[in-house]
């Protein structure tokens, strides 16, 4: 399947949809999650289309994958996220249970998160 260029990420990154930025760079964007499942939900994602973390780091030219790098260390300090620690998740596809069809990392902390994953039938 190709990137979908109205998915929403892809319309925050033309500056069509607002976001709440926390940090920028070259080769990322970092915004606060808009429905947050901890108190501190951040996402980041890169600014090249890609679909998903596979993609990502099958395809990312050297740039792309340090200033992504960056970005996410950036985020982890200015949201004060490593003293306590912080959970850091990307979903990809179905199983995945992506809803956006643009890689993301999933920031979450800001309080202890209980165990990683509950699978239910
Ligand atoms: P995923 O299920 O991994 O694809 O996660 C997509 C995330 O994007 C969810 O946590 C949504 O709450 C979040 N989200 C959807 N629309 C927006 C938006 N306009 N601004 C910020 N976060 C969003």
Do not use: W
């Not at 109205?6 to 070259?26: Q, S, T």
């Not at 970092?30 to 289309?49: E, G, N, T, W």
């Not at 340090?66 to 200015?78: R, T």
């Amino acid at each position: 399947m190709s990137y979908d260029e109205g998915n929403i990420f892809a319309r925050i990154l033309r500056g069509e949809v607002p976001c709440k930025k926390i940090f920028e760079n070259k080769e990322a964007l970092a915004f606060h999650d808009a429905y947050p499942q901890a108190p501190v939900h951040a996402l980041v994602i890169p600014k090249a289309a890609y679909q998903n973390v596979y993609e990502f780091y099958q395809n990312a030219t050297p740039e792309q994958l340090k200033g992504f790098s960056e970005a996410i260390v950036n985020v982890i300090d200015l949201l004060g996220l490593k003293e306590y620690g912080y959970r850091m998740i990307t979903n990809h596809g179905l199983y995945g249970g992506q809803e956006v069809p643009h890689f993301h990392v999933h920031l979450l902390g800001g309080k202890p998160l209980g165990r990683m994953v509950t699978v239910r039938d």
